[in-house]
Structure formats: structure tokens, C-alpha cells
């Protein structure tokens, strides 16, 4: 059971806008930051947001990040077929003293 | 370019230890916080331990706490982590990443515990 709730899995249609939920409490995503990954499968994380709603260089602004009180959520715009990966959500737990991920979600494009 | 490379895993046998490294490149090492972070086959990610760029500050998640230690060598550009009392459910893909935001990931190297 995470700490961070996402759901499991999400779909979409090419060039449909998905979004991702990401629900903590206000020891975690109520007090800090948030930060989004995307793994494709067989590979390493790779950072897709930070502090929220920053995009790396190199992340399409398809990809978006937002966030109220505790919970954040993860946008892409114009899916594509190459979205199809697991996308992660964390933040830091000042409860827990140590960092807490969501669970993941599956992003399947149609 | 930044490069991470973690090596050290294998298969052991629970209540054994093991000790992975991490070999990082193309940055300015002692710069940086570094995390360590695992998978477990077929499943999400777990954060596990993250250490200062100075090695003065460690955190770690309870299920490894008392038993797994990150360290740190800025003149080697190498970080660590040393399990120790290994249990069936440490078993996973661990990962070293760069900085607070964990910008970089490494390959991963593969861990099984199993008698």
C-alpha cells in the first residue's frame, strides 16, 4: 500500500489529453514538492516533472504538472503512441522523514 | 554527460549481506545529494536511502533501516549501499539517482535473495 495514491491504470486515444491523480496528505504533497517519472518498459526512470509543474530540458510541454493542497496531478496533451509507459508520482513525507512514491500508473494509448 | 553505473548485484541467501556501488561521471560529484531507490519485479517504485553531498546527513526508508547504509566517496565518485541481514523481500532492480529531484538514473543492477 503507498503512501501516494494513483490509480492503476489510465488509457487514452492518439491526441487525447490524459490525466494522471497523484493524493497524499499534508505531511507529504501538502508541504513539499512533487515530482513526476515516466519508465518505459525495460528501462530506468526518467524525470518528467519537478517542483510541481517544471519540465525538464528535453520534455515536451505536452507534459504537465500541477498541484492543490495534497494532491498533484500529471497532464499529457496530444497523447502519442510512445506515452504508453508507467508514470510514478513522490514527494517528501515529513512524517515519515524519507521520500514516498505513488504506486504508478499505467498509461495504455488505444 | 552524466552517467550512473551501479554494479555489486547478484544472488544471495537471506541473512547474508551485499554491498552495490554506483560510479558516477560527467558531473561534479560531491555536488550533489544521491539516492538510492529499488523496484521489485513487476512492481512500483520504493525509495530507499539518500545521502548530503557531503555524506554529513543520511535518511532511510523504515523497511531497511538498521540494516542497509549509504556512504559516500567524493574522490572516488562513488556511492554505496551496504545490505546487510538480506531478506527475500529485497529483492529488486536498486538504483542509484542524482540530486534531490533524482534528475539521473542509472541502469540498475539486479539483487534476488533466495535459499
Known amino acids: 500500500q503507498s503512501v501516494l495514491t494513483q490509480p492503476p491504470s489510465a488509457s487514452g486515444t492518439p491526441g487525447q489529453r490524459v490525466t494522471i491523480s497523484c493524493s497524499g496528505s499534508?505531511?507529504?504533497?501538502?508541504?513539499?514538492?512533487v515530482n513526476w517519472y515516466q519508465q518505459l518498459p525495460g528501462t530506468a526512470p526518467k524525470l518528467l516533472i519537478y517542483?510541481?509543474?517544471q519540465r525538464p530540458s528535453g520534455v515536451p510541454d505536452r507534459f504537465s504538472g500541477s498541484k492543490s493542497g495534497t494532491s498533484a496531478s500529471l497532464a499529457i496533451s496530444g497523447l502519442q503512441s510512445e506515452d504508453e509507459a508507467d508514470y510514478y508520482c513522490?514527494?517528501?513525507?515529513?512524517?515519515?522523514?524519507?521520500?514516498?512514491f505513488g504506486g504508478g500508473t499505467q498509461l495504455t494509448v488505444l | 554527460q552524466v552517467q550512473l553505473v551501479e554494479s555489486g548485484g547478484g544472488v544471495v541467501q537471506p541473512g547474508t549481506s551485499l554491498r552495490l556501488s554506483c560510479a558516477a561521471s560527467?558531473?561534479?560529484?560531491?555536488?550533489?545529494?544521491m539516492h538510492w531507490v529499488r523496484q521489485a519485479p513487476g512492481k512500483g517504485l520504493e525509495w530507499v536511502a539518500l545521502?548530503?553531498?557531503?555524506?554529513?546527513?543520511?535518511k532511510y526508508a523504515d523497511s531497511v533501516k538498521g540494516r542497509f547504509t549509504i556512504s559516500r566517496d567524493n574522490s572516488k565518485n562513488t556511492l554505496s549501499l551496504q545490505m546487510n541481514s538480506l531478506k527475500l523481500d529485497d529483492t529488486a532492480v536498486y538504483y542509484c539517482?542524482?540530486?534531490?529531484?533524482?534528475?539521473?538514473w542509472g541502469q540498475g543492477t539486479l539483487v534476488i535473495v533466495s535459499s
Open positions: 539517482a542524482r540530486d534531490y529531484f533524482a534528475d539521473y
Open positions: 560527467g558531473f561534479t560529484f560531491s555536488s550533489y545529494p
Open positions: 545521502i548530503s553531498n557531503d555524506g554529513g546527513d543520511k
Open positions: 499534508s505531511s507529504n504533497i501538502g508541504s513539499n514538492n
Open positions: 517542483t510541481n509543474n
Open positions: 513522490v514527494a517528501w513525507d515529513d512524517s515519515l522523514n524519507g521520500a514516498v
